[in-house]
Structure formats: C-alpha cells, structure tokens
C-alpha cells in the first residue's frame, strides 16, 4: 500500500487496484479480537511443537504475553522495487542482479552446526479431524485474517475443514460409516465365510444421501499344469534358503524352471545373466542377494519377502504363476 495506495493509476490512467486485484487494508491487531488470539495461540504452539520446545495452551496466559510484545511501526525500506506485471517479474528474475555482501551477511549469522547439534525438528502432518492438535484453529485463524484483509467473508470452521480436506463431506461422520462397513467384512472374514455372496462392495455419499452394495467379482482363475490359481493365492517358502537352492526347490516341488525372478525393481536372476554373476550369486542366501542387488539393508521390521517369477513348465513353455512369499527366519 506505500507503492502502490488505494488512488493508484496506471500509465493508462486506470485504477490500479481493480479487476481481479482487490485492495488489501492493513489489520491492526488486538488482543481483544478472538480472531487475531486464534492466530497467535495456535501458530506459536505449533512452532514450539516443531522445535520441540514446551507449549502453552492457557489462553489467558498467552494474551497476557502478548500484550507485553512491543511491535515497532511500519517503516518503508529504501530502494524496494515492486513489479507490477508478470514481464517486470520474469525480468527480475532474470537480471542476475546478486547482492554478494548481503549473501555474505547472511551466511555469517547462520549458527555453527555445533549449535545446533542437540537440536531437533519435527514436522508435523496435517490431522484436520483431531480438535487438540490446533491445525484447523491455525487455518482457520490465518484463512479469514487474509479474507479480512481483502473484504471476503469470513468462513467458518466447518466449511474451513471442508476445504482443507477437498473432499465432500470431509468430516468424521463419513470415516465412521467406512470404518463400521470395513468392521463388517473383517468380522466375515474372522467367521471363515468362503463364498463370495456374503461379502459386499459398499458404495456411500452422504451428502445425497447414497448408500449402494453390490457383490464383489470373482477374481480370475489362472492355470500352471492342472493347478487353478488366483491373485491372491502365494507360493509359501519359508527361508532361508541360497540362490541355488531357491531355484532347486521350484524345480523339485512345482516342476518349474524359473528363468528370471524380481523382488520389486530389481532383478535377482535371468538365464541370460552373466556367468561370473550368477556364480557370485548362487551360494548367497536369498535375503542377502536383495540386499546386494538393491543395495539396501532389510529392516528389522522385514519380517517377509515378495518375488515374481517367470517359469517355464517341463515343457518348456512359459506359464504364468502366483508371486512367492518368502519367510525370513528370526532376526533378533
């Protein structure tokens, strides 16, 4: 507003501020106005979350506080140019016109990385249907401060969380309907049902309201010699087992030659690998040929593995056959 005041024109003796740009008009904060409290309140107990410092959540306490902060007056900087369009933007971003000395200034007042040796940070992700955790309250408060800045109508929380969750209607309301029908086919399960008409496909919008259920379809069925098989059957192998003996097993048990196997993106075995690397390979437990080729350790957590296979029956032909699972043994 000092560059460019409400009587603004443009060298065309146009308002500036009109169209699409909407006059912005200075907020004088108050304590007394719950709106810009809100603001404070939830955005300095969300930093001091960040930083892992302690938080205040007495009101009464923080406006105390606040009222004791002095904030000195606007004072306009010498030498600040303001572009008005997108070309003087491209042309500032573009001129190359580096300020060294303050980059310099800047650099020196960074701390050591000693300093900051102990010091922690944790970013938070944003939960808007947990009331305690103030991500809405922050939201809300900066959301209607900017619209009071520019003369939109303020919004309130409800609509506010709407937004924020770009679904309609982002409230719990719907989580507690997908839960309870998600609830319902696990106790299905749980009960052993193995036909699939039991089971159903819930279809739900409560802002109409809509509540549909169809039966689900049957997965297709695959063949490998005379066994039928489906997406979610597995080839249960409990490890650990070397590249050799993996390979062995299949061709022992299953009658299949497998000529390439994967785990995720990487290729652990194909019949047209290098000699020397299948050598290198093939006496290596299972878990550390993952480890090799991906060149990443498995956490302790890893409790199972998951490979595709492509295999070729006693025939020779090339047959299509579930994934494995592959049970690591206990790591302590």
Known sequence: LFNFPPDQLTASGQPFWSGPKRCPKPLKF???????????????????????????????????????????????????????????????????????????????????????????ITPLDFEKDDDSNLHMDFIVAASNLRAANYSIPAADRHTSKLIAGKIIPAIATTT??????????????AQGYKKLEPFKNGFVNLALPFFGF?????????????????IWDRFEVTGELTLKEFIEYFKDKHGLEITM????????????????????????????VVRKVSK?????????????????????????????????????
């Open 214 to 230: 169809s039966e689900p379809i049957a997965a297709p069925k695959l063949t490998y010699y005379d066994k039928e098989w489906t």
């Open 30 to 120: 108050s304590v007394e106005d719950p709106l810009h409290l809100d603001y404070v309140f939830a955005a300095a107990n969300l930093k001091a979350e960040v930083y892992g410092l302690p938080q205040n959540r007495n009101r009464e306490a923080v406006a105390q506080m606040v009222q004791n902060v002095h904030v000195p007056e606007f004072t306009p900087k010498s030498g600040v140019k303001i572009a008005i369009n997108d070309s003087q933007v491209q042309m500032a971003n573009g001129s190359g016109n580096v300020d060294h000395d303050k980059i310099g200034q800047l650099q020196r007042e960074l701390p050591s990385r000693d300093q900051l040796a102990t010091m922690r």
């Open 176 to 189: 507690s309907v997908v839960a309870g029908l998600v609830g319902l086919e696990l106790i299905k399960l």
């Open 296 to 332: 990443k350790k498995l956490e302790p957590h890893v409790k199972a593995l998951v490979f595709e296979l492509c295999c070729n029956d006693t025939d020779g032909n090339d047959v299509e056959v579930p994934y494995v699972r592959y049970t690591l043994p206990f790591r302590a």
């Open 261 to 288: 196997l994967s785990q995720g993106v990487c290729m652990l075995y194909s019949f047209f690998m290098a000699p020397q690397k299948l050598q290198d390979r093939f006496n290596l437990p299972m878990s550390e």
